[in-house]
């Protein structure tokens, strides 16, 4: 009986972390490359939500889960947009923008759910997955681990794909020095504001991916708000991970492990308290950034200003 309870929470607590760690992952690695480029995007939190209603949204009309993802896609960029126009071409505070975006979005989604849905909350059918053959036959971590959707295989190749990026490439190391060196930059001939306008929207792109797995994916449903501070937590991966994608996608895991810690004590049969066991991940939280945060250098978008002339 132990063992099965074992099982059973193992599983549960694997098939957690992935369906909450590809939000946050997602998030983080756009979060990286804006922090990379100069751009400290506050207003991730607004992407992710407008990712998640458009995606749904688009989803649910079109009844394709991919066509969904295009859509909140677009609902991260859109406000990305916003955020590009008013802190990268305008220079504007960018943490008085993000803030100010995310809240504008928080009341746009929840007033525009309400007016189509009312107080009803459709859901979407399950979506489809895909087994790797041979490692889903593996017992208990298999099927967790190996018979998900498609989205979560591309999810990882991206963190390959950046880390390759962002150490192999010229325009990682233009991105370096969009966000540590702009005044250099632009002498050399690159166009910064141009560099941090694409880097911002391409974190609103990834954001509000993350947005619509949230949404189609883990919940099936858009609930306003539903996001619940996972933008945050991106941007704390962005500047914990310096640099680094591997590190981001380490940490997408240990909070999606720690959110999803909740349902996984329950199906083991866990007595602790569940105002306890929820308390956990903001604890961990707390706990990553005293311990690792304090040794950790402050994001490019922090401490580096650029010239008006500048182009």
């Avoid at 607004?46 to 896609?73: H, V």
């Avoid at 306008?197 to 993350?210: C, K």
Wanted: some cysteine; hydrophobic content about 55%.
């Amino acid at each position: 009986m132990e063992a099965l309870l074992t099982a059973a929470f193992l599983s549960s607590l694997l098939t957690g972390a992935i369906v909450a760690g590809i939000p946050l992952l997602l998030a983080g690695l756009g979060e990286q490359m804006s922090e990379k480029a100069g751009v400290l995007n506050i207003g991730i939190e607004g992407m992710m939500l407008a990712g998640a209603y458009l995606g749904f949204l688009t989803a649910w009309t079109s009844s394709s889960i991919w066509l969904g993802f295009l859509g909140g896609i677009a609902g991260g960029i859109l406000v990305a947009a916003l955020m590009a126009l008013l802190c990268v071409v305008l220079r504007l505070n960018q943490i008085v923008i993000g803030i100010a975006l995310t809240l504008g979005v928080e009341g746009m989604t929840a007033l525009l759910h309400h007016f189509q849905f009312s107080r009803t909350y459709p859901r979407l059918p399950a979506p489809d997955r895909v087994d790797l053959p041979f490692l889903t036959d593996i017992p208990v971590l298999g099927p967790s681990l190996f018979g998900r959707h498609p989205l979560v295989y591309l999810a990882l190749i991206s963190v390959l794909v950046l880390a390759f990026l962002y150490r192999r490439t010229n325009l990682g190391l233009t991105l370096r020095a969009a966000g540590e060196k702009p005044a250099a930059l632009d002498v050399a001939g690159g166009h910064v504001i141009a560099i941090r306008s694409a880097a911002v929207l391409f974190t609103g792109g990834m954001a509000g991916l993350g947005g619509a797995y949230m949404a189609n994916i883990g919940a099936g449903l858009f609930i306003p708000y539903m996001t619940g501070g996972a933008g945050f937590i991106g941007i704390v991966l962005a500047m914990l991970a310096r640099g680094r994608p591997l590190w981001v996608l380490a940490g997408a895991l240990i909070f999606g492990a720690a959110l999803s810690l909740t349902t996984a004590l329950q199906v083991a049969g866990s007595n602790i308290p569940t105002d306890v066991i929820q308390m956990l991940p903001f604890a961990a939280v707390m706990l990553v950034l005293v311990i690792w945060g304090r040794r950790a250098r402050l994001p490019a978008a922090l401490g580096v200003g650029y010239e008006r002339g500048a182009r």
